[in-house]
């Protein structure tokens, strides 16, 4: 095949797009037709004439995307394989301690309404859980079995 450096370069000049997308006919016809267009004008009439065209361009398959992402919403693709970096880079410590304590002091206060724990106790638990005390609610459950004021009170 012959070489259409610089007609590939004029064409994409003229239609405006990058080299690698210009299609020029392979028809040994026209093979030296081709190969005699070096400039602007001669290429513009190889254009019209349809021996030269831009390919469409090509794009990433979305659907492909969206398929990942709704996997990865019902929890797929998240094992212990596919992470990097360290468990704070990936969920801030601050964030994860928010979300926990909010949780605790949820469940204290709904053990609080139901009349599980009194004042005083709750008051004591509260303080325990700023501190760091309890990792979870499950965590507090058990410590309040454990000091015997749970006798299998409901779950919150």
């Known amino acids: 095949m012959p070489d259409y450096s610089i ?3 004029l064409a994409a000049e003229i239609l405006g797009v990058g080299e690698s997308r210009i299609w020029i ?4 016809e026209h093979e030296e037709e081709i190969s005699q267009a070096v400039t602007r004008n001669d290429v513009r009439r190889l ?3 349809g021996l030269i065209k831009v390919k469409p361009e090509k794009g990433n398959s979305h659907t492909r995307w ?3 992402k709704r996997a990865r919403s019902e929890g797929k693709r998240r094992g212990h394989g596919r992470r990097k970096g360290a468990l704070d880079a990936r969920v801030d410590s601050r964030e994860r301690w928010i979300a926990t304590i909010r949780k605790i002091r949820r469940t204290l206060k709904w053990l609080r309404d139901r009349g599980v724990l009194d004042r005083r106790l709750y008051r004591k638990l509260y303080r325990k859980a ?3 005390a309890f990792k979870s609610t499950s965590d507090l459950r058990r410590y309040i079995a454990e000091i015997g004021v749970l006798k299998g009170g409901g779950s919150g």
């Open 7 to 9: 007609q590939r370069r």
């Open 25 to 28: 006919s392979p028809d040994p």
């Open 47 to 49: 254009i019209v004439r």
């Open 66 to 68: 969206l398929d990942r």
């Open 130 to 132: 700023k501190g760091g």
